[in-house]
């Protein structure tokens, strides 16, 4: 199996982002992280790192077996919709030079390609996007790291948070990060506040981004032998890289040779190059979706559709509940329409990546 320019196969086997951060967190900074429920995200719009999602579903089954991402993709989605949950799912672009050392890493240990101008995987991600199309959710491309554009997403109150498992979303800035955010009634989802977690550390951004890289990022290597414990007392003494080299103990943690931490910390403070979205959901296009899996690939179409008109069922349950509840006047039968006002013309204006990767524009009659 080969590896694309999107690098959508991240290995889960591998730490995700930050070293150690979240069990920092954890026995450092307890108060910035809540335990939720999926429901409790109703109405909210979430960015997902798409690369973990497909992840998820491609570590539970064998690599040739390419459908099983797809259909997961597919239940997951509408799992989402059910709850009143708006996902928009961002797509890695072109990874920077700082990481391909880490990914050519990952792709030896698991035994993919990596090289850059194969079109394999390319050509399942965009299969990928032309399902999620389908379902009527908005896709974006970011120019560089998914989780770099989602966190610019919820900094720029574009989305009310970021649903990723990898940690470094908080080093660029995403303000909400969900972790565990699977999809499943019974799950408990794992919520961080970064300004919280701020004021919990008693760091600023700046010091925290020299802590995460400090703690061991995928853009430099790191101090060896440098803890967490260890790392943040550094850097609340001395409150940065420069300063924390001065008065490291080489012996005991020697400095990596042309260590450059300037290139990782300028990525985790760089605005993704990106024009603002103009995020649309529309109504999934059923038929489109049983030509898609059903007959261009093997699902089989009783399963779709009922998927489907149960997704249609409980959708109008949880809106009928909701009305009663809110008390906004009579009961009454709702349109499944009803629940994509802004966009259930299929030509309202959206931006969104179309099969070959790049973005379109329609707009509204």
């Known amino acids: 199996m080969t590896r694309d320019n999107n690098n959508c196969q991240k290995p889960l086997s591998f730490n995700m982002g930050i070293a150690k951060l979240a069990k920092l967190i954890r026995s450092d900074a307890p108060t910035s992280v809540r335990n939720k429920e999926i429901g409790d995200y109703s109405g909210k719009i979430i960015a997902l790192d798409t690369s973990i999602v497909l992840n998820q579903f491609r570590s539970a089954v064998p690599g040739h077996l390419k459908l099983s991402p797809l259909t997961g993709l597919f239940y997951r989605t509408l799992t989402f919709l059910e709850h009143d949950i708006k996902p928009v799912f961002v797509f890695d672009g072109r990874p920077?030079?700082?990481?391909?050392?880490v990914l050519e890493k990952r792709a030896q240990s698991t035994g993919w390609s990596s090289s850059l101008s194969s079109n394999t995987v390319s050509c399942f991600t965009q299969e990928c996007q032309h399902l999620l199309l389908l379902m009527g959710v908005p896709c974006i491309r970011a120019p560089g790291e998914a989780e770099a554009l989602c966190a610019h997403l919820v900094k720029s109150g574009a989305v009310n948070a970021v649903a990723s498992e990898d940690m470094d979303t908080l080093a660029f800035g995403g303000t909400v990060l969900l972790r565990q955010l699977n999809a499943k009634k019974d799950s408990e989802v794992s919520e961080y506040s970064l300004p919280k977690l701020l004021e919990a550390l008693q760091l600023t951004h700046k010091e925290f981004v020299d802590l995460c890289i400090l703690l061991g990022c995928d853009y430099c290597d790191k101090i060896v032998g440098l803890g967490p414990s260890r790392a943040l007392k550094l850097i609340k003494e001395h409150h940065t890289i420069e300063v924390v080299m001065e008065h490291v103990n080489k012996k005991t943690h020697p400095i990596p040779s042309n260590w450059d931490y300037k290139a990782a910390r300028k990525l985790f403070f760089e605005k993704p190059q990106i024009d603002a979205p103009v995020l649309a959901w529309n109504e999934p296009d059923e038929e489109g979706l049983v030509q898609f899996l059903c007959r261009e690939k093997p699902l089989k179409e009783i399963k779709v559709r009922g998927r489907i008109q149960k997704f249609r069922e409980s959708l109008l349950k949880r809106r009928k509940k909701r009305e009663v509840d809110d008390k906004m006047g009579p009961t009454r039968q709702s349109r499944l329409e009803e629940f994509f006002p802004a966009t259930r013309r299929r030509k309202?204006?959206?931006?969104?990546?179309?099969?070959?990767?790049?973005?379109?524009?329609?707009?509204t009659k």
């Open 96 to 101: 920077p030079k700082e990481k391909r050392a």
């Open 348 to 363: 309202a204006e959206s931006t969104v990546v179309g099969r070959s990767g790049g973005t379109k524009r329609s707009k």
